[in-house]
C-alpha cells in the first residue's frame, strides 16, 4: 500500500519557525493533492494547506502569511514552513495524500500520516 511519514514537529518558543516534511512511499503511480491538516487537544482536525499537483495552494484564511505550502512530486514529498509560530498553533500534524496505486489505475484513495506534534510556548 502506501505509506506517510511526518517529521519535523517538535517545542519551539512563540514566534518561532518549524519546517514540517513528509514523504509518501509504496505502491504509488501518482499523487493528486498532498495536504496538512492538524488536530489539537479536544478539538476537531482541521485543515491547514493543500497543494494540487500542479502548484496550486489553498490555506486556511486564519493561516496565510505564517505557513507556506510545497511539494516535489519527483520525491513524493510536501512540506510545511511554518513562521511566526503562535501558542495555538500547538498541535498534532497530519499529512494526507491522494494516490493512484499502481496496481489501481484511475482511482485515487487518500491516505493519512501518523502525524507529528508541534508545541508552540508562550
Known amino acids: 500500500q502506501v505509506q506517510l511519514v511526518e517529521s519535523g514537529g517538535g517545542l519551539v518558543q512563540a514566534g518561532g519557525s518549524l519546517r514540517l516534511s513528509c514523504v509518501a512511499s509504496g505502491s504509488i503511480l501518482s499523487i493528486n493533492s498532498m495536504g496538512w491538516f492538524r488536530q489539537a487537544p479536544g478539538k476537531q482536525r482541521e485543515l491547514v494547506a493543500v497543494i494540487s499537483k500542479d502548484g496550486s495552494r489553498n490555506y486556511a484564511d486564519s493561516l496565510k502569511g505564517r505557513f507556506t505550502i510545497s511539494r516535489d512530486n519527483a520525491k513524493h514529498t510536501v512540506d510545511l514552513q511554518m513562521n511566526s509560530l503562535k501558542p495555538e498553533d500547538t498541535a498534532a500534524y497530519y499529512c494526507?495524500?491522494?494516490?493512484?496505486?499502481?496496481?489501481?489505475?484511475?482511482?485515487?484513495?487518500?491516505?493519512w500520516g501518523q502525524g507529528t506534534q508541534v508545541t508552540v510556548s508562550s
Open positions: 494526507n495524500a491522494d494516490v493512484e496505486l499502481a496496481y489501481y489505475r484511475g482511482t485515487y484513495l487518500t491516505f
